[in-house]
């Protein structure tokens, strides 16, 4: 033990031989790499470049500003075809928007009701929902959307001869016709107004939470929401001067003007989303329950808790940390598979920009750019979220 | 004159980002030696050890071993873990193979020795620390004290010159702690350098040339088994042994 | 010796009789509320299937030629229509005196696909290697002809079932050896590959595959240098190849991230470098693992396949979709036929691959990881 000072200080000085060394193998490889890929990418540049120059193709953002020239058969806002290729990108996005936020209520309703029925204990109910999420999931969505489409158009009968309620609503089977919102000067403040509700709403049930920590009694945080998200939009409604109006579908000749149409399309659309991103809700669903340890359950009990809180306050928090990552990635699936609808021809963002603008234009380049982009953003945007999400509810451990 | 040291360790610092886990641990170990380590979890026993086949790189300090020094130099660090073997805590053998295919895999591909050399030196070792009968079984049909003598005769099956334990025996149920003690110290009395870290205080009287207390990442003090456990010097050193003798 | 009374009793006699009915009871009648689902969930499937049943086997035709064969009340499904066009939905558009060479094809990778699967049979990794680089290969140059004097067939007549199974195998095989390299990149410590890996994944899973269909059909051949022409499904393939591979790759992260790091910390030690210990150790377990998710993304790539109809190829369902128009066959209940083949022949093709996986996770993965748990 004691000679072992000078021992040390008797051995040659140490040095790192260079092909040994990690780091620099590492970064000579990682220079290589990233030569490579930006070699890749020049290439693919020019050869572009080339191509387009030697075809004659247009290039460049200014065909946004074109008149686009075609009609869309479903719109959320005011459009002709003398408005631009610009526009035909903002109502698709609308529709596409539309749809997956409908599809996105719909399936998780459904989703989380299979998902308990798959628990049931009931044994026929349980077996009919694995029976329904064995049977959906195994077959394409497009074939459920093809399917649907195909079921729904003989059902419904011709327009001269529609079903109709009141004179307000007209079923037939070139789509649900009903009374569609005006928006005109000022709408925008009803808009401002229901935000606004939505947020006061958060507020008191935070409000409410922190009153109950402290007090044990809960103030109604859900009638006080309620009550705004009604009273606040209205009173808009009223100091703007009613700017929203119902404009009514009408027969002329040999279809329905005015109003709203909601076309078979997107029924079906919505129909096959619906049921087949609910099958894998359901199975996530599921999958968080059964994640949950039944050790959780039993000690709930034995401290007294009744179902209805064991749920609530023990199982239902911890399931949803296991729920919601896989959940929000069927949301974005669902998003994506909205582009099916190009099979169909409903008037999605795909279809209609990607679709027939790139039809029109020949600038597919640019226009699947876009496309992308958009849908990128939205993913990252909801994946950015989720991962804030999961961080602040991680499991704090030592 | 480093060629008469197994390992020596000059000056040993580590940091993980601003906690400072070694702190100038310096200390030689001889051809043969048996060398102890214990002190109070968090004082950076296992660090060290691990700094010795560089699962842990350390920031200032020096090590040698086997005449070796560990550097970033990815070839000497290989070269190390082929003389060095170790036996972790958690045993950490591959479930996918069977005991007999853990025990000759790193043969096979690091010493490059062939199928029918590398069987039947893991069936001798396996034989020697008393599992020959399991040879064929997954490790998960194994028992803990099965599972630690396993991995023992895997680290052997690569001849290594230096042994190193990571708390051997703390995941083990109490009924199986003295069979895998049994096989540590028959290599030790074969003549193994051995640096262990354990709470098993019989052991290191046994067995142990010299016992090392560590606390907060420093080396306290350092003593043959007799003076240590009999004469402690330093207050800390004192204090350890009252807690950990005092249950037993 | 008498025996003590308390010994060897067995349960009191249940009051209701035999075991079924203690079984309708406990499952099905426990409860007032479980009484009602239980009578809503039989009205349920009283309404439901034996309408379906009738339209599809009681009432439907089984031999005809024509739409004249199945027009009329109370036909039920229309079977002669997919017998007719089988041929179409077995090859597609394929030149008929040549068919034999997708018959070929489909025996070798019959065999490709049964040597990787079933779990006895040695050299897995070879057979893997294989199906991913030399069936590929042979499989276009028999299909597509042009070599061995054999006439050139080209893609655009491939389709039906040859399409979708040939899209599914090849893009499963190549798809797995990208993921995996995708999945280690990701995780490697080299930031400027790590950081290529990940842009790569998070931009093919945040955009449709209708998106990268459309690019491979009208931007692809754009970047390539002047002459240079790929195949309009060589490039189909390799986009649906890729997409799979980074979802794939996501799977495989998790499995790898769920390893406890023991496993390569102990394979460091024993001296085994990076390659070997990912390759021997880590991926071995890490596969294993995930292997659920892993077949899942394999169903998803085997549905996926019917997209490429959207940019003018006629796969299965597109081919089904296509007769819905032909006038021999036209009458309403021939396209509902055509869809409900379509769907139990994906079904079939689906459910059977998710049976395998339980079936993997009962035998390879369970068994050979151990009595306990990893």
Redesign the interface.
Known sequence: MSGQDDVAARLPPPGVAFWGDPRLRGFVFQAIVLALVVWLFWTMASNAGDALKRSGQATGWSFLWNTAGFDIGFKLIDYTARDRHIDVLVVGLLNTLMIAGLGIVLATVLGFVVGIARLSPNWLVSRMAAAYVEFVRNVPLLLWILFFYLALIPILPPVKQAISLGDTLFLTNRGLYMPKLHWTEGAIWIVVALASAIVLWVATTVWARRRQTATGRRPPDLLIGLALVIALPVAAFFATGAPVSLEFPELKGFNFQGGLAILPELVALLFALTIYTAAYIGEIVRSGIEGVSKGQSEAASALGLSRGQRLRLVVIPQAMRIIIPPLTSQYLNLTKNSSLAAAIAFPDLVHVFAGTSLNQTGQALEILAITAAIYLTISLTVSGFMNLYNYATRLKER | ??GQ?AI?M??VNKWYGRFHVLRDA???VARGERIVICGPSGSGKSTLIRCI?R?EDHQSG?I?VEGR?L??????I?EV??E???V?Q?F?????LTVLQNCT??QT??RKRPKAVADKIAMDLLDRVRIADQAHK????LSGGQQQRA?IA??LA?EPKIMLFDEPTSALDPEMIGEVLEVMVELAEDGMTMMVVTHEMGFARKVAD?VIFMDQGEIVE?APPERFFNNPQHERTKQFLSQILSGH | MAKRASAHRGPPDRPWGPLILDWLRDNLFSSVTNTLLTIAAIAFIYVVVPPIVNWTIVDAVWSGTGRADCIGEGKGACWPFISARSDQLIYGQYAAAERYRVDIVYLLGAIGLAWILIPRLPGKFWAGLGMATVFPVVAYLLLSGGVFDLPVVPTERWGGLLLTLLISVVGIATSFPIGVLLALGRRSNMPIVSLLCTCFIEFVRGVPLITLLFMAANVVPLFMPQGVSLDKLLRALIVISLFSAAYMAEVIRGGLQALPRGQSEAAAALGLGYWKTTFLIVLPQAIKISLPSIVSSCISLLKDTSLIATIGFFDFLQIIKAGNSDPAWSAPNVAITGYLFAALVYWTLCFGMSRYSAYLEDTVAGGKVGAGKL
């Not at chain 2, 950490?92 to 996918?96: A, D, E, G, V, Y």
């Not at chain 2, 997954?138 to 049909?141: F, K, L, V």
């Open positions: 004159m480093s040291y020596i000059d000056n310096s200390l030689t086949n699962l020096r040698i020094e550097t970033r130099n990815v070839r000497a290989d873990r082929r060095v073997g170790m972790f958690q950490n053998l591959f479930p996918h895999l790193a591909w690091v997954y490790p998960g049909q991995a895997r680290a690569m010299c350092r």
